[in-house]
């Protein structure tokens, strides 16, 4: 059984460490608070241990009366792998505590790509990250793009180019201090967005061009897709691959699925906990072949879909399974992801 410490219990660690504790394979160790706020009782309420980042902060939880273990260098001599879900940029101030301590572990995307050996998506390059000491999980956009231009490059054998809009949420739900409000936002304004060249760090071959605007929106992200293709492939194609490839979702605005606030809507239907949605829906009447162009509209769940990556990404790391299908497959089951 691996024991996984999650530093930084926010929007992803808290995800990471729920993930974690349905695996059949590994367990949570504890989990890193700064403060004493509602998310660390909550941790506390699920039977995380809770640990603070330092002494200095440890402090704090004991006058605040909350059971606090340690500071994050127990949790690492308790751990086999750290997962840092911290805010980006503080993973890279992290990085000499785990060198020194000897210990694995997993940055997010926030932090940039020089961070890590390698950066990670299972269905992409799982095998470059076995027995790894240090990995980077792309982020939440880079993942929903790896997913299904790598299910197209895998099954079509390759894609001659590939041009992006991405339409980025502002802030996520739960953060009321960040906009847009009323506005449309060029960001970065430059192009290629860093998106682009993120997934060159997972296919490292691809013309990819990407440019990028943030709307006034929490739920989602959503791409519009323009694939160039190598090989021929029909409409009815690419919806068969997308239906049978893990953590791709195909949803339909004929079925009243016509915006990403249905997808959430869907999301909570089907009793998804905090209504997340870890695989990327992709509208099916938006799929469309003309000639040697793919046309396609996906949404990405920015909260949820980089949370199998991590688990699998400790698998690879820790060196649980070599294969990338037996890993995607025990962790869908475990977080009951099933396919279209
Ligand atoms: N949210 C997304 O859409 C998304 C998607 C994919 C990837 N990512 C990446 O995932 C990483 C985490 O993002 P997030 O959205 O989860 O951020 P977040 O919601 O702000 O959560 C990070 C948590 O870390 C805690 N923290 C702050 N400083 C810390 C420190 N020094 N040590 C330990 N914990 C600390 C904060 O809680 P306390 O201060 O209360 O302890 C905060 O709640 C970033 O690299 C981000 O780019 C985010």
Partial sequence: MILVGINGYGTIGKRVAD??????DMNVAGVVKTRPTHEAKHAIKSNYGLYANNRENMQKFIEADMAVLG?????????????????????????????????KAIFQGGEKPDIAEVSFNSQGNYKECIGKDYARVVSCNTTGLCRTLGAIE?????????????????????????????????????????????????????DIMTSA?????????????????????????IIKLFKNTPRIILVRASEGIASTAEIMEHARDIGRKRGDL?????????????GNELFYIQAIHQESDVVPENIDCIRAMCGLTQNASESIAMTDKALGLTMN
């Fill in 71 to 103: 500071t994050l260098e127990d949790l690492i001599d308790k751990s086999d792998i750290i997962v840092d879900c911290t805010p980006g940029k503080i993973g890279a101030a992290n990085k000499p505590l785990y060198v020194s301590k000897g210990i």
């Fill in 213 to 237: 605007v943030v709307v006034p929106t929490t739920l989602m992200h959503l791409h519009t897709m323009i694939v160039e293709l190598k090989n021929p492939a029909t409409t009815g194609d």
């Fill in 154 to 206: 895998q099954a079509f054998g390759g894609i001659r180019k590939t041009r992006i809009t991405l339409i980025r949420r502002g802030p996520d739900p739960g953060n009321s201090s960040k906009g847009p409000v009323n506005a449309i936002v060029p960001n970065p304004v430059t192009v290629p967005s860093h998106h682009g060249p993120d997934v060159n760090t997972i296919f490292p071959d691809m």
């Fill in 278 to 290: 870890n695989e990327i829906a992709v509208w099916e009447e938006s799929i469309n072949v003309v």
């Fill in 19 to 24: 993930a974690v504790s349905m695996q059949p």
